[in-house]
């Protein structure tokens, strides 16, 4: 004991300099862009993790209180790391400091400078018991309200009948919200998306989307309750996980889907979420989930005639997940179908290991008859579905273990196991097979994969980690799959692999730069096939990064980025695309104002070698645009604390294009070389 308070009081003394480094949890941006990666979307179900994660800041995590539930729910630690970090305390006794941390296995400096924003260590509060008034009342309150338009007006503003936007550009955000740690929490989102209307037509009741929750955790048998909209996650996802799930990253070890079975709904996903009740209990290692959902979704349907004299029936063929109702068309999908969903799942946990059964019942109160192609004949074409599955995982001396078996009731079948491997502390390695067959059937899926749905997919995914000095770390993946049955713009069974590399360099406290590679390589239809039969051939996509970020000085850093793509489809002819661009962020300590700016220029062939890159957004916001054709970007961020409790955000982006006359498409087409996006956003904090 002599020894480790010794050892902790020197770890003290070596760093002062971490806290300095990190105080604010900027590298957010950094975690945005490695989980979006494989998504290649311009947003993606991310923003409740944000606001998770902004919450944290004002209210720390106490790692000397905390469990490997919370700290999964962080979604800053691998699997391994938490282990590690409990087994620590379980040896060692409780934390006396957050630097503490450098003498825990699997914690580097820069792990330890994401996290401090968000933890602290206390050894004298105990917060597992919490008296009804306290929770009631000395928690904390938050209103965020959010206004963002285009300037230049499209086209779907512009028609006067048809399908055309039935309200104005506005986009609108509203949210309220208490909380007292994990413990409490409830709160209502409302937000109306631009083109929608708003207090008039077909939003009369104001805004398009309202969400609203009630949460309780941790109340001594009660391990969690939910009421409102709320998100399940179950296993690895074979059969169901709300909200945003881990894929392939430049985070190599992060394979395994962690985090608690029920969360409070946040985000404007207006699809991936459930309505009604949930519960939790548990004891002694026990634990038993129920939950029941009921709400209408976006649907397109037909009226087909059963008599020609006698009667019509609907059929719906497919769901809107977008949420949006700004078109006369989409206003008539919204809130067609009614659903239910029921469910749960049944564990048992201990600190090394963990068994549980899921199971979950959809059933559609209408007819559901997809429009079906030959690459769709193994989806669901009934109006309700079953899913079954157990999952697991276990640690074994320095080797996590993980999977999951899934069905469905049409007999389809899926399966994945994973390992996470700490060959040498400075070597990790992380394995995954998953074998989804061509009939299996989900909607509510989101597996680690090629797609996040579980479908028509056998693959193997081999990633490492290196760390031969400390100055130096190395982490590459490689995935080989396969699909036995045809895949949309795959008219035959195909292969594919996906093949990473990044090497980064951290010289000094000051300087982070590095390299990354990227190669796809897929079997898809040849494209301007002019045959009788489509026909496959390669698909190759590739990508170089360089990106060096560099702290001038306590106030300013600068972050420089070049990249290259190139694409190239059988016998047509390559493509190529590059961007670069210059950030810089202005931070001062005590000084209320902070900003950030951007300039970059790009030049792509065609859409597919766009390229994408984060953007620094207002709060509980981020922008991921997919750069491609010829032009130049900029936006600018700032942000004004007021006072301690009321901070304000501007933020306009601009993009210019060189070799068009209109910038783009469909409704959204605008007769011009600029777009320019405004918005703004209040906080309350009380």
Known sequence: MVKHYFLTFLLIGLSVVLYAQNPDGTDVQEIIENNAIQTESESFDYDANIDELEYYKKHPINLNRTTAEQLNDLGLLTAQQISSLINYIALHGELISVYELQAVPKFDLK????????????????????????LLSKGKFTIVSRYKQVVEKSKGYKLTDGNRYLGNPANLFFRFRYQYGTKLSYGFTAEKDAGEEFFKGSNKQGFDYYSGHLFLRDMK????????????RLGQGLIMWSGFGVRKSPAVMNVKRMGMRLRPYTSLNEFNFMRGAAVTLGKKGFEFTAFGSLKQLDANSVVIGTDTTVSEEEFFTSFNEAGFHRTPNEVADRSRLLTLNTGGNFSYNTKKWHVGANALYTRFFGKYQPTLYPYSQYNLQKN????????????VRNVHLFGEAAMSDNRGFAVLNGAMISVDPKVDLSVVHRYFARNYQSLYANAFGESSRPQNEHGVYAGISIKPIRQIRIDGYFDLYKS??????????????DNYLQFTVIPNKKMEAYVRYRFEWKKKNQTNNESAFDYLVDDIRQSLRFNVKYKVNESITLSNRVEWSHYRNGSTKPENGFVIYQDVNFKMLGFPLTFNARLAIYKTESYNTRIYAYENDVLYSFS???????????????????????????????????DSKTIGSGLDEINGTQRTELKAQVRFLF
Not at 112 to 124: H, R
Not at 627 to 650: E, L, P
């Open 624 to 658: 991921i645009p997919a750069y491609y054709y010829n032009g130049m970007r900029w936006y600018f961020t700032a942000r004004y604390a007021i006072t301690r409790n009321i901070d304000v955000w501007f933020r306009v982006a601009q993009n210019h294009v060189f």
């Open 221 to 232: 048998v009660l391990r969690a309750l939910a009421l409102g909209d709320y998100e399940v």
């Open 111 to 134: 792990t330890i400078q994401l996290l401090l924003p968000y933890i602290e260590v206390n050894n004298n509060v105990n917060e597992n018991i919490v008296p009804l008034k306290k």
């Open 384 to 395: 309700s579905l079953l899913n079954v599955s157990v999952d697991y995982h276990v640690l």
């Open 484 to 497: 036995n049955w045809l895949k949309y713009l795959t008219d035959a069974p195909s292969w594919g692999s």
